[in-house]
């Protein structure tokens, strides 16, 4: 197999004593696979995944995040320790929990999760185990249209991670991708659930590969990503800056 230009396949994970400005442009995100896919397989054999199954049961699962994509979630999370987070469709709190679950794990109690609702009618934030929602305020509920709140300014401008789960129309997820993947730092994820129902993402992502013109080979250096996959539902693109 040949090696990929610019991108080591040595195995890597952010050191917990790492900040983002001390990352390596050239870091390699070979390893992240094993490392995910360890934290998910945990966290989908624990008690917490057991009690979040019945919270979210009992309320009602429709339009709630399966036990699946929640794992994946969590071991992204896990693996990349994010300090300030979006995202969009919080609802009633599934996906928060799990962010939330995965920030208590890494013990990071200054890490922010900025979670956007639109309707009026649900219960944002329900589901989420109380020794979470109250860890240091890490659980910051915003109700409103995600375009107001970037109009505002009243969202960080730099971040490490995004979650898209409000509306899945073509339009505006890709909208919500263009807005916010400038604000990602370099190594930030840019996730989105329910990737399967439009083009959306594969689209986005499309865009931010670089082909050297003559060759059509990759072109590492001008590649706007480090790495992307899908897992379940579950889209993610690791921003290179």
Not at 57 to 77: I, K, P, Q, R
Not at 98 to 121: C, G, H, N, P, V
């Amino acid at each position: 197999m040949k090696k990929m230009p610019a991108i080591s396949r040595l195995w890597w994970r952010r050191p917990k004593d790492t900040n983002w400005a001390e990352l390596s442009p050239g870091a390699s995100y070979h390893g992240m696979w094993d490392t995910v896919a360890r934290f998910a397989a945990e966290i989908r054999a624990s008690d917490f995944m057991a009690e979040m199954i019945r919270r979210r049961d009992a309320y009602g699962s429709e339009g709630v995040m399966g036990a699946l994509d929640c794992a994946t979630l969590y071991g992204l999370t896990r693996w990349l320790r994010p300090a300030a987070i979006v995202e969009s469709g919080g609802y009633i709190g599934m996906s928060s929990a799990f962010i939330l679950k995965a920030l208590a794990d890494e013990k990071l109690t200054a890490a922010k999760l900025y979670s956007i609702e639109l309707s009026q009618r649900c219960d944002q934030g329900a589901l989420i185990p109380d020794e979470l929602r109250s860890v240091s305020g890490g659980f910051v509920p915003m109700r409103g249209n995600v375009e107001d709140f970037l109009k505002r300014n009243a969202l960080p401008s730099a971040i490490d991670m995004f979650l898209h789960d409000s509306s899945h129309s073509y339009r505006h997820m890709f909208w919500e991708f263009r807005q916010f993947w400038p604000r990602l730092r370099d190594g930030g994820l840019l996730v989105s659930h329910d990737v399967q129902m439009n083009a959306a993402f594969p689209e986005f992502v499309a865009k931010t590969y670089a082909h050297d013109k003559e060759t059509g080979r990759l072109d590492a250096q001008r590649t706007s990503h480090y790495e992307w996959g899908r897992w379940g539902y579950i889209g993610f693109a690791i921003k290179k800056g």
